[in-house]
């Protein structure tokens, strides 16, 4: 079982900056790709920002500017800087895993999520 353990959420001003930090735990034989997706209230889940083990990056158009995804290949964890946190920012942020396990089979795992707080 692979499980996505996500940490970095909470309640934060406006303008300021926040970092996410996931992390799979379990058993595979390597990453095909890590990323973050939110979901704001009444809203449907979104791809935020996603990289691949040779470091290729993909960001939401809407808040490009914003994000820095990086990973930390010694311990398999990606991190998500979000910069000039805005009210609308307020959503919960799910880690997006893809994984080949023992099996060679692609598992792809969700984290359980972290909640993010904008205030104004």
């Known amino acids: 079982q692979v499980q996505p353990v996500e940490s970095g959420g909470g309640l934060v001003q406006a303008g300021e900056s926040l970092r996410l930090s996931c992390a799979p735990s379990g058993s595979f034989r390597e990453i095909k790709s890590m990323g973050w997706y939110r979901q704001a209230p009444g809203k449907p889940r979104e791809m935020v920002a996603s990289?691949?083990?040779?470091?290729?990056?993909n960001y939401a158009s809407s808040a490009k500017d914003r994000l820095t995804i990086s990973r930390t290949d010694a311990n398999n964890t990606v991190h998500l800087r979000v910069d000039s946190l805005k009210p609308e920012d307020t959503a919960v942020y799910y880690c997006?895993?893809?994984?080949?396990?023992?099996?060679?089979?692609?598992?792809?795992?969700w984290g359980q999520g972290t909640l993010v707080i904008v205030s104004s």
């Open positions: 997006n895993v893809a994984v080949v396990l023992g099996n060679y089979k692609l598992l792809e795992a």
């Open positions: 990289i691949t083990p040779g470091g290729n990056t």
